[in-house]
């Protein structure tokens, strides 16, 4: 009973890489999104900076999470008891 | 434990559909009722595209030619073509040819071709292509309609690319 | 620079309303119909607003045709997500119908309520496709418009002018509204430009402006209702 | 399984093992409802927003206020739960997963009305292409994006070592456990990775809660609206939201104690702790009301005295005075006294400050709109079947994700409690010796 737990087969292994790059695809796309909205009022010349600052912020917050995630993910995988 | 590739075999057909109708998404091709040949009229009858499109440029819109137009030409022969005797039945029975339009502009668009013709002095092969070396006609539009490439051509010859210029 | 602007004198104006029917003629306003009017969802562009003062018999009743301010300070645009209001360089603030997504953010701040918003598909009848003027889009569900002081008009008379190779003239550019005013209460014109009625107006002494506290900095003008 | 039946926490898989007639009864009613709202949403989207009660000038309605409440009631949560773990109060242990549960479910929620309210939903991808970083509402989609990441994520980290357990003593959705517990057994250097995480996430997850309904408040406050044009509103956003957040935690906490017995672990200490922070948001609302109302009044400026009075004796005045009557009166007379500060009367009072702060978001978007600055005529707002049906429909799917969520995952977190058992004694007592002066000290020095 206990024998998959700890070395998953293929496909749960699969998805387990899968939300790991959806996570960070997700922080890649929000990055290049704000980067595109930010470059795209510099063209427009319509935005205060303190405005621009304030979705800046969010930047290194996304990061953040998705490289706590990560660090879950694999910090767990890598202490598992090996059999 | 039966070794498998990362993707199997099904999953590769279906990625191959995804891609294929991807792909595919051609637009419908026009046809017209006459198999005109630009080519003809510009190099051996040395007419312009204006003699035909009349409109473009004093006008807002260019027009497709009436029959009067193929009249003053083609009231009788003047090859052996199939094509070109449709025209002159067309023309003993003051019938109009319904040409299909390839070039229509969405509603939200003002766009006057008086303005980008006369005052702009662009060549109609800017937005249409090379339609004057064409023996047959174009199916589809050569140059497609983008705003993309509307607002790089404005940016290029400084011209204003407020919204409002063509979106009343 | 141009600018844009209008003049509004409000002793002339006797609240018509031909303003209100040349706009609606003029920009394919449609009839949202009894019921939806009813709910407050009439899309004039040009409204008159009625103010009422003092207490029966001596009733001072003022009528204020309320186009878009077209502000250059306006509150609209900022809100705006996604670039479908904006100013633009001669100063009017535009509104890209195909753009807009229908958040009525710009509703919501304009402090002028100038801004409408199409709940249904706006219906214009059959037997109205001849008289529909070609060169305004007919707008769709679920979009915000409003008061374009006739942009159109004024693509067309610069197209002409250029055309004929000559400046523009005043007459050249006029608003439906105004052209079609009977009192002769509006002007309309280029604020910047000291050949144009508008810009001597502005500074006549009964000169003022709705909600000129807010700092929006509008380019409708009025002029005081004086008694006589 | 017979092994898992003797274990003392048995009564916290329960819900996950087995489901009785009632909860499938709950599970079609609350489908009903939010397939219905789906009807409606799409009839609104044939006909256009027309299906609305909306008008000229009160352009926003139901769609907002749900959204503002909503995303408030997300509050409760993450900003508790991150509290109470980080200031280490033992009493969390219970509470804390349904917390965070209730805000990954509200948010979701609220995030989607912005776009049942939009005009044209077909476009709303244009914010990510052309989207301008100068309007509030570009702050809101990110805001609000990051709050439900990082609130999923401190959701899904405590959660590790629940899965893990479920993994390995039920049969049930197996494959799934496998996948998100990532082959977590519990060893001491698993378990220093949890906590490490989970630290970090405590001191992010409060500041981006706090941050999140304040730039909600600036949809608001942005504009030059009378009544919306306030700087308070940041702060007095953010304390309404807490405020209808816990009461939520109250509701949520008391209904499944009830529902799947949990009396041994929500117990009346839990509910008269939770109740003192209620308590004292009511408070803190009612204060930070008196203010916002108090300064307009007295610098008496004609746009915002037309508002105020519309709340105060015009058209909304029963919504006002009701509001005050939910959010401060009942609340607080029933949580100052002890004999009523029961569960039933902790129940009462939750109620009465989620329908009260309700109202607060009715009260702070409808009033401002029907008094447009121009004499214009502003008719009255008067919600339509398809806004009722939609927030019927929210408030179901609430539920119906909440009872989803329940018979997946444990509603109270099973290693918490047991940690608690094992190692929460001694440490408490032995903080709290190291908070106690040293009794030898004082012998050395003499």
Partial sequence: ?83 | MKQTGFFGRKELLFAAIILGLYGCNSTEKITQPIAYNHSIHVSEAGLYCTDCHVGAETKIQATLPSIKRCQTCHSEMQGESKEEAKVVEAVTNKEEIPWNRIYTLPEHVFFSHRRHVTSGKIPCSDCHGDVEKLTKPADHQLVPIQMKRCMNCHDQKSISNDCLTCHV | MTKWGMVIDLNKCTGCGACVNACRIENNIPNVGEEEAQKGRALDWMQIVTEYEGEYPDVRVTHIPRPCFQCDNPPCTKVCPVHATFLNEEGLVGQVYYRCIGCRFCMAACPYSAKKFNYFEPDIPESYEGIRNPDVTRRMKGVVEKCSFCHHRLSLAKDLARFENRELREEDFQPACVESCPADAMTFGDLENPDHRVATLIHSSRAFRLDEELGTDPKVYYLKKEDK | MDALRKDPDYTLYRPILESDRRFYWAIGFLGAVVVWAIVMYIRQLVYGLGVTGLNRTVTWGFYIINFVFFIGVSHAGTLISAILRLSQAEWRRPITRMAEVITAIVLAIGGLHPIIDLGRPDRVLNVFFYGRLQSPLLWDVTAISLYFTASTVYLYVPLIPDIALLRDHTTKFKKLYTWLSWGYVGTERQKHVLERAMSILMVVVIPVAVSVHTVISYIFSMTLQSGWHSTIFGPYFVTGAIFSGTATLLVVMIFFRKFYHLENYLKEIHFQYLSVLLLVFALLWGYFTFSEFLTGIYGNEPMEMRVIQFKFSGAYAPFFWMMVLLNFVIPVIILAFKKLKKIPGILVASFSVIIGMWLERLIIIVPSLSNPRLPVVSEPYIPSLTEWSLFAGGVAAFCMMFLLFSKVFPLISIWEIKDGRAEGLEAVKERLESYLPDTDVAGEGA
Avoid: C
């Avoid at chain 1, 998805?15 to 510099?42: A, G, H, K, P, Y």
């Fill in chain 1, 1 to 83: 009973m206990s024998e998959p737990k700890t070395n998953p087969s293929g496909l749960i292994f699969f998805l387990q890489i899968f939300s790991i790059s959806l996570i960070w695809i997700m922080v890649v796309s929000v990055i290049t999104w704000i980067l595109n909205l930010i470059s795209l009022s510099r063209y427009l010349h319509d935005a205060q900076n303190a405005t621009l600052i304030i979705s800046l912020v969010v930047l290194p917050i996304f990061t953040l999470l998705a490289g706590i995630l990560t660090y879950v993910f694999i910090g767990i995988r890598k202490a598992r008891p090996h059999d």
